[in-house]
């Protein structure tokens, strides 16, 4: 998770500047040549030059030193000799170009006013665009602060939670958690809020998202446990330690100085990146399906409201989505008017109206969700949402349940296209679910998602007998 989020972050910092200097050099184009030059300043002399300034940017950034390429965690001063650095090659570059070439088509009012503009928009991006952006990509609820940090005393008298959460993107610390006991002479930046021997009360009362563990690097049986209670309580655990042989399994880590991060969940969806092009999947696909899908579709279902049980159309029902939070599912309604419609479907159900069956079996009934998706409250692919009552209920089963809430929900997902469907009547339904949907979330690519869907089509002409 941790590597996801700081290597993503870093390429779309990039991204944005290189997409920002290439607009900036085009309106400063276009603008002389209209406002100023009209016929003596042509753009189309300026089109080698666009393509200079990102490739000069790029040159840069892969010779930089891999310390700076993250300016979290900088000082004010060293990220502003980044910025001169970066501007320079930029600089040189194009100036290089025309020297060597001779070209004297570039006007030096164009010069002038682009390195003017450039330097501003990167000397923007560098000390406080890069900071919104990691605000705005990781901060999911509206709770500002989401991370404890448990530490023993020494480690609280340092401070420790200052620097570990500038190398940690989204970690906004709450306070500390002392282990091990002793009294904390010289008193943080953070507040202590309380003692490990309540940690598990103390996460659940601040909502937190995140626990870093610090200075615990000799004890891995306790980052062990300390991985299966933020498991248990749908959190993320990133720790420090250097020897990785202590820990088994797929381990994600990340190198900042001196230190080791380690968390034991690999997530690609943390990665910016890969959440852009899942995002636009899902908007050009759920636009497709609401366009031309959905109208037809509606209209049927109404005239099968109308003659076999009249009422509303769509059926809202509360579910659990990601990070937790709660919001209204959309599904064509299935069922007669009830008093019980959040129980759980069944065999032989009779609140089912004739012709529900077939909405069910086919999954046409869940495609008013794809109006969640256009929401931002689901995806089209991910962990299928579940009543609030039934995530606390298989939350009990499952000991790392609530860690399939690190995604947003779908409206179909591997443990489904895998035959996972229908009722949840045993525990071990309930296991194979959540085994599908961590498989999905450590191995995420824009592949499965196609291939997932592609499988659902299928199976909606071709229904599965778990279908109901």
Known sequence: MISDRYHGSIRLHLLLKLAGGSILFWITVWGLHLA?????????????????????????????????????????????????????????????????SKDDRLSRAFLAAFFLLYSSWVAWMNLVGHRLLH?????????????????????????????????????????????????????????????????????????????????????????????????????????VDNRVGHFPGNLDAHQSGSRLFLTNWREPLEDPINRVVKRTFDLFFSLAVTVFVLPPLCLFVWILHRCFSPGPLFYRQARTGRQG????????????????????????????????????????????????VLHGEMSVVGPRPHFVDHDEQFAGIVDDYLVRHF???????????????????????????????????????????????????????FPPRSAR
């Open 36 to 100: 100023v030059y009209s016929g003596e300043l042509l753009p189309s002399n300026y089109l080698w030059a666009s393509f200079l300034v990102p490739a000069a940017a790029i040159f840069e950034f892969l010779i930089r030193e891999r310390r700076c390429r993250s300016l979290a965690g900088l000082s004010r001063s060293q990220i502003w000799g980044v910025t001169q650095r970066e501007v320079l090659f930029v600089l040189v570059a194009l100036f290089g170009v025309i020297v060597m």
């Open 135 to 239: 605000r705005r990509l990781f901060r999911r609820s509206m709770h500002t602060a989401n991370t404890l940090v448990l530490a023993p005393s020494w480690e609280i008298e340092r401070d420790g939670a200052l620097k570990m959460s500038e190398a940690v993107p989204g970690a906004e610390v709450l306070g500390y958690i002392s282990y091990g006991g002793g009294a904390v002479a010289t008193m943080p930046t953070f507040p202590v809020l309380g003692d490990f021997e309540n940690i598990r009360e103390i996460c659940r009362g601040c909502h937190a998202k995140l626990l870093l563990a610090l200075g615990l690097e000799a004890q891995p049986d306790l980052i062990r446990s300390l991985q299966q209670l933020c498991d248990s309580l749908g959190m993320r655990l990133i720790w």
């Open 325 to 372: 939070e709660i919001f209204d599912v959309y599904k064509f309604r299935s069922m007669h008017l009830n008093a019980t419609p959040g129980m759980q479907a069944t065999v032989g159900d009779t609140r089912f109206f004739p012709g529900a069956s077939f909405l069910r079996k086919s999954s046409l009934d869940e495609m008013p969700q794809f109006l969640n």
């Open 407 to 461: 995604a947003k929900p779908g409206i179909t997902g591997l443990a489904q296209v895998k035959g996972c469907r229908g009722e949840t009547d045993t525990d071990q339904k309930v296991r194979q679910r959540v085994r599908f949907d961590h498989f999905y979330l450590r191995r995420w690519s824009l592949l499965l998602d196609v291939c997932i869907v592609c499988d659902t089509v299928f199976q909606i002409i």
